[in-house]
């Protein structure tokens, strides 16, 4: 199993929808939980924090499952610019500094 | 406030040739990561520098690569004798805590 994992896509949705997406970590002692975004042929930019109790900003809504060992991404009223791909990353070993990403998962909103 | 800048951001380079990339953190960043990013590919954990603390080489590829951070601050990522497989973005991120922040990235081309 890989450490963390996500389903690449893409996830090809129109103007105004509601998509999630979730990313599976293997290990139970990890503590920080992120989800970055990166468009193309740029850097990934933090997109938001997940914390235990879950959270929420604007539009977009993190949870994590701790018991599932996944966080997860939502996205509501999605608009053309959320076209990206979305990063997961966790950092795997309690307290570890070293952070792993996910290989991403594209997204594509059209009109 | 400045954010990570990298220099050069593109970079062409004949195979076999010695090449360095440069990297200035956020001010006041005490950690500082290097990763690079093939075309359609994840991120791959390089290096990592914490305050004075020894830098955890676990994701150098190779001797070849190297790395060092003075004072605390700006952080060169030096490839002796390049080969083609080293093309990739490199990208420079720094935190304070756990929420990384990325440079725009190096494009190195081995030719």
């Known amino acids: 199993r890989k450490e963390v994992e996500q389903d690449p896509g893409p996830f090809n949705v129109p103007e105004g929808a509601t998509v999630a997406f979730n990313c599976t970590y293997s290990?139970?002692?990890?503590?920080?939980f992120f989800w970055y975004r990166q468009d193309c042929r740029k850097e990934p930019k933090l997109l938001m924090s997940v914390y235990s109790s879950g959270n929420e900003d604007g539009r977009f809504t993190a949870q994590l499952n701790r018991a599932s060992q996944y966080i997860s991404l939502l996205i509501r009223d999605s608009k053309l610019s959320d076209s990206a791909t979305y990063l997961c990353v966790v950092n795997l070993s309690g307290g570890s500094y070293i952070p792993t990403f996910g290989r991403g998962t594209s997204l594509i909103v059209h009109p | 406030g400045a954010g990570v800048s990298q220099s050069p951001s593109n970079k062409v380079t004949e195979k076999g040739k010695d090449v360095e990339l440069r990297c200035d953190p956020i001010s006041g960043h005490t950690a500082l990561y290097w990763y690079r990013q093939s075309l359609g590919q994840g991120l791959e954990f390089l290096i990592y520098?914490?305050?004075?603390?020894?830098?955890?080489k676990s994701g150098l590829p190779s001797d070849r690569f190297s790395a060092e951070r003075t004072g605390g601050s700006v952080s060169t990522l030096t490839i002796q004798r390049t080969q083609q497989e080293d093309s990739a973005v490199y990208l420079c991120a720094s935190s304070a805590d756990y929420e990384q922040y990325f440079g725009p990235g190096t494009r190195l081309t081995v030719t």
């Open positions: 520098f914490q305050g004075n603390s020894a830098p955890d």
């Open positions: 290990n139970s002692a990890s503590q920080s």
